[in-house]
């Protein structure tokens, strides 16, 4: 009997999902002091806050991960600049995402990947967590890394289009379209916010 794309969508849904917010800190969306990526990080805000909402509503895991680095660390000796600097207010959570610390986790991290040194995957265990979706940015970078590690831990994943972003919008757009059609289908999905949000 053939297994065809409304099937799929109800099986890859029978999951315990968490969502994961990468890298939303005051020093990305500070708009008196924009990066190339500031004007795109603020517009996935609102998409993001709508997910937070409906994972709540669920009692579902919503985990922001956010660099917290070293002025002296080795990503700094190349052409990156220091930013989100551990303990300093840009390294904290954007006020333009609805976190609430009571309800959801902060796992600060000290390199790209959410599961770099964090407890992530142990939390996530935890929880009976079997799929992420991930939002924030950048999608080529964090978001990516954070994105393999999950599927190297065993989870399943969902990169969501609109709630991630990279600089210029070109990067972003050819990230997506590698991984519209990959081999770990249905492990790992591109989706909408809307799509996720009507499979769960």
Same mark, same amino acid.
């Given at each position: 009997?053939?297994?065809?794309?409304?099937?799929?969508?109800?099986?890859?849904?029978?999951?315990?999902?968490?969502?994961?917010?990468?890298?939303?800190?005051?020093?990305?969306?500070?708009?008196?002091?924009?990066?190339?990526?500031?004007?795109?990080?603020?517009?996935?805000?609102?998409?993001?806050?709508?997910?937070?909402?409906?994972?709540?509503?669920?009692?579902?895991?919503?985990?922001?991960?956010?660099?917290?680095?070293?002025?002296?660390?080795?990503?700094?000796?190349?052409?990156?600049?220091?930013?989100?600097?551990?303990?300093?207010?840009?390294?904290?959570?954007?006020?333009?995402?609805? !976190?609430?610390?009571?309800?959801?986790?902060? =796992?600060?991290?000290?390199?790209? $990947?959410?599961?770099?040194?964090? /407890? *992530?995957?142990?939390?996530?265990?935890?929880?009976?967590?079997?799929?992420?979706?991930?939002?924030?940015?950048?999608?080529?970078?964090?978001?990516?890394?954070?994105?393999?590690?999950?599927?190297?831990?065993?989870?399943?994943?969902?990169?969501?289009?609109?709630?991630?972003?990279?600089?210029?919008?070109?990067?972003?757009?050819?990230?997506?379209?590698? !991984?519209?059609?990959?081999?770990?289908?249905? =492990?790992?999905?591109?989706?909408? $916010?809307?799509?996720?949000?009507? /499979? *769960?």
């Amino acid at each position: 009997m053939a297994f065809n794309e409304s099937d799929q969508m109800k099986h890859f849904f029978e999951e315990k999902p968490a969502l994961l917010i990468i890298d939303m800190v005051k020093d990305n969306l500070d708009p008196d002091h924009p990066l190339p990526i500031t004007p795109y990080a603020i517009q996935i805000t609102a998409p993001i806050n709508r997910l937070i909402k409906v994972f709540r509503k669920h009692q579902w895991p919503v985990v922001f991960s956010t660099d917290a680095y070293y002025e002296e660390d080795f990503i700094f000796t190349g052409r990156l600049k220091p930013h989100s600097l551990a303990g300093t207010r840009g390294a904290e959570i954007a006020a333009e995402l609805d !976190y609430q610390p009571g309800k959801d986790t902060w =796992l600060p991290k000290r390199r790209f $990947s959410a599961f770099f040194q964090t /407890g *992530l995957e142990k939390y996530l265990h935890e929880k009976k967590v079997t799929l992420c979706a991930l939002a924030g940015i950048t999608t080529g970078y964090c978001v990516l890394a954070t994105m393999m590690d999950a599927i190297c831990h065993d989870f399943k994943v969902v990169l969501l289009e609109d709630c991630t972003a990279a600089y210029p919008e070109t990067a972003h757009e050819n990230i997506l379209a590698v !991984y519209r059609k990959n081999p770990l289908y249905p =492990l790992l999905r591109v989706e909408s $916010s809307s799509e996720i949000n009507q /499979g *769960l």
